[in-house]
């Protein structure tokens, strides 16, 4: 339980690793039943998804494809400010 809510998370969630990089893939589901997609880079920061899935499949599904299309790079924080003020 997180702040009243009660947080599952789903068996799908993972490390996941391309160009000798990795992110932590944690999908999780809130009381409103949809699963939310976070990664989180080696830094501490994260992506996380404005939208619901409908299953935790599918999150695990929009990560790859984030991955695939767009490279590991794109998940990774290379804001200075952000680096700096950590």
Do not use: Y
Not at 50 to 71: M, P, Q, S, V
């Amino acid at each position: 339980m997180v702040n009243g809510l009660e947080i599952e998370t789903s068996p799908l969630s993972q490390r996941l690793a391309a160009d000798d990089k990795a992110v932590m893939v944690d999908i999780l589901r809130g009381d409103a039943g949809g699963w939310t997609l976070e990664i989180i880079d080696e830094f501490g920061t994260s992506t996380i998804w404005d939208h619901e899935f409908d299953t935790d499949a599918a999150a695990l599904n929009e990560a790859k494809a984030t991955i695939r299309e767009e490279g590991i790079d794109s998940l990774i924080c290379t804001d200075p400010w952000v680096m700096a003020n950590r």
